[in-house]
């Protein structure tokens, strides 16, 4: 079979396997406990998710067209599809200088998996931040967005995501005027400032 034939086919199958570890359940303010990630591809073969989705495709996959970057400081993925090598802490403790640097490096892993692999997940904790940031880096530096498109971009496929995934943010219930919102934070609370004035940096 060729390798054109390969790389659509992988993609149909990563689709399955994320729509497939959707648990049915639902959650509330909490991004990190159930698996979540886009849909599809945020741009290209990136997409976005949380830790815990990596470890579920990881384990669920077993094709060498997937890879993983995580982003996460705390925590590694064994697996050598995972990539752990570009990381930080999200807090604002943070200098913006270690931002700036974690910006640039991460959309250039980012665009090098890209290059070897069918689909390349990049998670952070809770896809809330980092993994936020790595992804737009990347869409900024290696593609060419600008800022303000990346993050519209994150939006609206993780607002998708979280509807699948029934997840919601603390002022969204289950019922009332809320019942059809869902939430999936892009850029917000914690290291999120200088995380965005890192990504920013890149569009100079």
């Not at 952070?124 to 980092?130: E, M, Q, S, T």
């Not at 880096?137 to 290696?142: A, E, G, K, T, Y």
């Not at 990346?150 to 289950?174: G, I, M, P, S, V």
Request: hydrophobic share 40%; net charge positive.
């Amino acid at each position: 079979m060729s390798q054109k034939r390969k790389k659509p086919e992988m993609c149909l199958c990563v689709a399955d396997a994320v729509r497939a570890l959707n648990d049915g359940g639902r959650s509330r303010k909490d991004w990190k406990t159930r698996p979540i990630a886009s849909l599809g591809p945020v741009l290209g073969n990136v997409w976005i998710c949380n830790f815990r989705m990596s470890e579920k495709l990881l384990a669920a996959i077993p094709h060498e067209g997937l890879a993983v970057v995580n982003v996460r400081s705390d925590k590694q993925l064994a697996d050598p599809r995972a990539t752990n090598e570009v990381c930080i802490a999200d807090s604002m403790q943070v200098e913006q200088a270690a931002f700036d640097t974690f910006a640039s490096e991460a959309a250039e892993v980012i665009e090098e998996v890209s290059k070897k692999s069918v689909a390349v997940f990049v998670n952070c904790h809770a896809g809330i931040n980092r993994a936020s940031a790595a992804v737009a880096s990347w869409l900024v530096q290696c593609r060419g967005l600008r800022f303000s498109k990346a993050r519209k971009l994150l939006h609206a496929k993780k607002t998708e995501a979280a509807r699948y995934f029934n997840c919601k943010n603390a002022y969204q219930c289950w019922e009332g005027t809320t019942e059809f919102k869902f939430s999936w934070p892009t850029l917000q609370g914690d290291g999120s400032t200088k995380l965005i004035a890192a990504v920013r940096k890149l569009e100079t």
